[in-house]
């Protein structure tokens, strides 16, 4: 015999339609770039402002090379130029500027061993120096900053942020949040944006994010003139490196059989772009 707690039964459905709304009305935005409803609880200015904190910390934690007497600083500022310069212009062909709207690109490469780089919203980019051995050439770095920058641009972040803090913080908004638990709030910044190591922990990103922020970084790198083949090649070495120690990079990005099946899906269009500018 089955026995219905009906309480219980109204109490988790009475929760359960409290948050479908709550999220429903506050949270749920549609994003310009990829069509895809996100869930999205914190504001862009104000993350951005939490981002350009956080830049300013790492950067003065960190050993920043300077690009007139580094080659990898000076490598990682003209990759960044030049995508920045395809990302606004792909942006204000289609009317969707506004996407970049707070964006003040800063592009830094630290001094340190680790395979990784990332993007923090508002164009905050961090290249490690121990990347470039894995990319070997610009194009392929192009692609990794064109990808982290997809992330950041598709709102990526944010919308991990936002599911933590229904978890974590059961939807407090950011700055109720910051005011309250600012360290806490701090500590799921870094972990939601993909910066996590120092806090202990980092969540990778879920495949469908992956699967945009490499078809974007691909239409990006494509249109700041980077042949965007060079991405297979370049997700095989990274599969291939670490030496039995999984790179920071690929713990948060692993590359597989099916990123690669995707990238040659995607390698038409990104062609398109590619051979238009070439
Ligand atoms: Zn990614």
Redesign the pocket.
Known sequence: MIIINYTKLIEMKRIIFFLFIALVLTGCALNLLTGRKQLNLVKESEVQLMATDQYRAFLSENKVLNSGSSRDAAIVDRVGARISKAITKYFETRGESSLLEGYKWEFNTIDSKEINAWCMPGGKVVVYSGLLPVTQNEAALAIVMG??I??SVAR?GNERMSQAMVQQLGGMALEVALAQKPQETRDLFMTTY?IGSEVGAILP?SRQ??TE??QY?LIFSAIAGYDPREAIPFWQRMAASGGGKTPEFLS??PSDATRLRKLEQFMPQAMKYYNAVK
């Open positions: 990808h982290e997809a992330h990526h993909g990103w994010q992956e922020a490499d970084g948060t990005h």
